[in-house]
């Protein structure tokens, strides 16, 4: 039986997929005006990706859009990342100022949730996840592959190590090369949804060949999906107003 993840009254790991709506503005003021214009938006998370941000190496700065993000964004779920140029990211930072950064987010009691990269090193990423968890913010473990889709035992396999590793929710995006692929992150999805997690994760194949796996997480086990509003984090994000409406018909029709 896989454990609910609740943070703020969302239940992530229940019912119809999550929707995660990500800023990715340059300047504190874009961010902010952002923020502010989700108000009325259909989601269930905000991802801030402090790696867009132009100040988004500094602690201080970060913890000051982070201060004013959660007056923004009032009892909506803030989740941040700071995704790194290896991982697809806009910006490169070295692993122990990419640990000291989450580790003040964690600190700073105004994000809920925290993206790490799994394959940072394990001491870093354990450092991370314990401070965190200090502070009672949830860990997003995640790993991406802008150049492949794995096989679908090492797709599973990298799950598998960021429950191990003390991640709340695994995630796992992978670049599909044709649509076998796709098929292969979902049969992986079921795989690990099935016969090894305890906990939610995510799953996505991205561009346009993969858009199919952000929809059925409901269908195959992933418990949260990227809606864009304006600019996109990833390729093949949908307007999360749309996504939001075909995640409504798929749960109605099971």
């Keep these: ?8 009254g969302v239940r992530i790991g229940e019912g119809i997929p999550k929707i995660i709506v990500p800023i990715v503005e340059v300047t504190r003021k874009e961010i902010i005006r952002k923020a502010e214009s989700l108000a009325e938006v259909r989601k269930d998370i905000v991802e801030w990706r402090a790696d867009w941000f132009e100040e988004g190496s500094d602690p201080v700065a970060v913890e000051k859009v982070l201060r004013e993000l959660r007056g923004a964004l009032g009892n909506t779920p803030l989740l941040f990342t700071f995704r790194t140029l290896r991982e697809g990211g806009e910006k490169a930072i070295e692993p122990e100022d990419y640990a000291a950064l989450n580790i003040s987010a964690a600190k700073s009691g105004f994000a809920d949730l925290i993206d790490v990269e799994i394959f940072t090193g394990d001491e870093i990423v354990r450092e991370i996840i314990e401070s965190a968890h200090k502070e009672g913010v949830k ?17 599973v396999g ?28 979902l049969l992986a999805t079921e795989e690990m949804t099935a016969e090894f997690a305890d906990r939610p994760i995510i799953t996505m194949s991205m561009s346009g060949t993969g858009l199919i796996s952000r929809l059925c997480g409901e269908v195959f086990g992933s418990s949260c999906t990227f809606g864009a509003v304006g600019k996109v984090s990833a390729p093949g994000q949908m307007n999360a107003e749309d996504l939001d409406t075909v995640l409504e018909l798929i749960h109605k029709g099971l």
């Design 158 to 185: 990298r799950l598998r190590k960021m429950q191990q590793m003390g991640a709340d929710i695994p995630k796992i995006a992978v670049m599909p090369q044709n649509r076998k692929d796709v098929l292969t992150l």
């Design 1 to 8: 039986m896989t454990d609910i993840v609740e943070v703020r």
């Design 139 to 155: 860990i997003v473990g995640s790993s991406h592959d802008f150049d492949r889709t794995p096989e679908k035992d090492e797709i």
